[in-house]
């Protein structure tokens, strides 16, 4: 077994490399803001602007609920598998977007098919991430949360002016044959974790550090963390899954409301026009992006529960400050350290549900957390834009305030019970 362990151990990185692509590719999924009006135009003008957009709601909801409704079958596919599968509908449901003319087929091909593809892929390859490294849990799922998030900075004007230049099919033809291209030779090129890796690891570390001084050891090794090795079944009979996933949640709601409604919230409020809005909303996902990968790596430095609590703190004083309805170059400051705080989620949810629920069965038990995900992205915009009083968000920024409150009292209480588990074990 220690040879199967050393000769996987020399391609990990390769293969982490390989899971890099998989996630930029998945990551086209970011792109919709630049599809939506040609797919309108496509679909019979203006009038079906609502009927389209509820699209994007479908692929989102398709995405982040998958891997919980279809968790019975995926546990039996290995990861490679899942991508397989994945990349087989997400690039067909881009291949046949492009040569549909209903609504209906629409929501069957874009929506269902991307979006279930998606959802296959990504929390597998957070889940693969943090297996294949799990001595440096934080940085690598905050690598592959990061490269997710932000493909959309290089996707989106390839697509607009793809779209501009050759027309919505042919652009559409392109990109599902890249997917299908590269999503399935991915998928012969992954390799399952061989079983019992992640122990093996954290041997090689136990013994390492016996040979150091005690100042040199790392304060967040991965031992640290609760000796638990929990299946999804499990993990969700438990109190912590669902104080967890409350602090998880309740935290991710501000950062969606400042994501998705940025461009409304800078015109409405503060008299922006809609390229100064872009400009900034670029902003925001770039702090996204690299709020994924800072805090994914810190977690690997220190204490991952004071990370936790961090993260869900600093939206307190920016929704507060927001809801005051400041001037713009402090509401675009909270706005930007928002999203900061948004990608951090992106960045630790992984490393911390590994930690409280074992590494084991990481990419199943992951997959429940990033319905959090999900749940977020309907209360955050839909917040936004009930409360909206024209174009005064600040009633809005109350409720990110008080949910912030809320993630950060649940962070709390996560601390202190892996502190108790850790004085008990």
């Not at 792109?31 to 509820?54: N, Y």
């Not at 982040?64 to 279809?70: C, I």
């Not at 291949?95 to 087929?105: A, F, R, V």
């Not at 996933?245 to 800078?266: C, E, K, P, W």
Request: hydrophobic content about 45%; aromatic content about 12%; overall charge positive.
């Amino acid at each position: 077994m220690a040879n199967q362990y050393e000769s996987f151990e020399k391609k990990k990185f390769f293969y982490f490399a390989t899971g890099l692509v998989v996630v930029f590719m998945v990551g086209l999924g970011y792109t919709w803001s630049i599809v939506q009006t040609p797919i309108v135009q496509a679909m019979g003008g203006e009038s079906v602007t609502a009927t389209v957009a509820l699209c994007y709601t479908v692929t989102v909801l398709c995405s982040t609920m998958s891997p919980t409704l279809f968790g019975g079958f995926t546990k039996r596919l290995k990861p490679n598998q899942m991508v397989f599968t994945g990349g087989l509908l997400f690039g067909l449901g881009y291949l046949i977007s492009g040569h549909i003319t209903t609504l209906p087929m629409l929501f069957l091909t874009y929506g269902l098919g991307t979006g279930i593809g998606s959802g296959l892929i990504y929390p597998t390859m957070m889940g693969y991430s943090a297996s294949i490294l799990p001595e440096k849990q934080g940085i690598s799922s905050g690598l592959m949360a990061g490269i997710y998030g932000g493909a959309a900075i290089v996707w989106s004007p390839i697509l607009a002016g793809s779209i501009e230049n050759k027309g919505l099919t042919s652009t559409f033809n392109f990109i599902g044959l890249v997917c299908l291209i590269v999503l399935i030779g991915a998928s012969f090129i992954l390799k399952p974790v061989p079983e019992g890796y992640a122990d093996y690891k954290k041997s090689q570390l136990k013994d390492l550090r016996k040979n150091l001084p005690e100042s040199r050891s790392n304060p967040a090794s991965p031992e640290k963390g609760p000796a638990v090795n929990l299946t999804r079944g499990q993990m969700v009979k438990t109190s912590m899954f669902y104080v967890a996933a409350v602090a998880f949640a309740f935290g991710l709601t501000s950062g969606m409301m400042v994501i998705s409604q940025a461009s409304q919230i800078l015109q409405s409020s503060h008299n922006l026009t809609p390229t100064q809005a872009a400009a900034y909303v670029s902003l925001f996902s770039f702090m996204s992006m690299a709020g994924r990968i800072l805090w994914g790596a810190v977690t690997d430095h220190t204490d991952k529960y004071v990370t936790l609590c961090i993260i869900c703190a600093i939206p307190i004083i920016t929704m507060g400050v927001l809801s005051l309805s400041p001037k713009t170059t402090a509401a675009v400051a909270c706005m930007a350290f928002t999203a900061l705080c948004y990608g951090g989620f992106g960045g630790t949810i992984t490393p911390i549900t590994s930690d409280l629920f074992g590494p084991r069965y990481i990419t199943e038990n992951y997959g429940v957390m990033y319905l959090m995900f999900g749940i977020a992205g309907l209360i955050g915009p839909r917040a936004a834009v009930k409360l909206n009083v024209g174009g005064d968000y600040s009633k809005a920024f109350l409720v990110g305030f008080i949910m912030s409150v809320i993630s950060l009292a649940a962070a709390f209480i996560v601390k202190k019970k892996v502190k108790i588990s850790l004085k008990q074990a």
